[in-house]
């Protein structure tokens, strides 16, 4: 079965610090996707990235970054000079082919910036 | 914006009444999902339907009963509501990025079982 852990359940940070997401997973399958979705206070859920299993090339996106490690079952993501608008919780999902692209979701990490 | 509006947005009921959810989507993709949203657990899988008329549970199905038969519209009912079911109600589709998948939400729907 599939499984995905986010350890912190909240970080607090003051404005333009750097602030890394851990997110952990299991899974059976050899193919598979990792997703970091945002929700912020308004309650939609964005979706930010999708990483596939057979591509670990790490990804910078403006002041988003993403950490993908097979060997440690990880994928771990950077919001590098924090902002404010930052403020939101953050979920790292899993979906594997032979699942019908089902996703797990973990617990989700709130950020929250102080200005 | 994937075209997913789900109404009502918020519903307040009474333990033991039926309550359905409405997912409806304007771009014509076959893989849709209901999840639930709680402290704590995330979002969980409910229900998902790969086409008109089929479907198939998820990790927290006991309760809920779904229906699609139309390819824009999938339907979900609480066929006699319980309060440990008042939660907010998240419906997805999957989009196809090449060889990959995503799946993109709608607004979601708060209910409240009282």
């Known amino acids: 079965a599939q499984k995905v852990t986010q350890a912190q359940t909240e970080i607090s940070v003051v404005e333009k610090e750097d602030v890394t997401l851990d997110c952990v997973y299991e899974?059976?399958?050899?193919?598979?996707?990792l997703f970091w979705y945002k929700q912020p206070p308004s309650g939609e859920l964005v979706f930010l990235i999708r990483r596939n299993s057979f591509d670990e090339q790490n990804e910078i996106s403006g002041r988003y970054s993403w950490n993908f490690q097979k060997s440690t079952s990880s994928f771990n993501f950077t919001i590098t000079a924090s902002q404010v608008v930052d403020s939101a919780v953050y979920f790292c999902a899993l979906s594997e082919k032979a699942a019908g692209n089902k996703l797990t979701f973990g617990g989700g990490t709130r950020v929250l910036v102080k200005p | 914006d994937a075209g997913i509006t789900q109404s009502p947005r918020h519903k307040v009921t009474e333990t033991g009444t039926p309550v359905t959810l409405r997912c409806h989507q304007t771009e014509n993709h076959r893989y849709m999902y209901w999840y639930r949203q709680d402290p704590g657990h995330g979002l969980r899988l409910i229900h998902y339907s790969y086409g008109v008329k089929d479907t198939d549970k998820g990790e927290v199905s006991d309760g809920y009963s779904v229906s699609r038969s139309k390819t824009e519209d999938f339907l979900l009912t609480l066929e006699s509501a319980t309060s440990s079911q008042t939660s907010v109600y998240f419906c997805a589709i999957r989009a196809s990025t090449g060889s990959s998948y995503e799946q993109y939400f709608g607004p979601g729907t708060r209910l409240t079982v009282t």
């Open positions: 899974t059976r399958d050899t193919t598979y996707y």
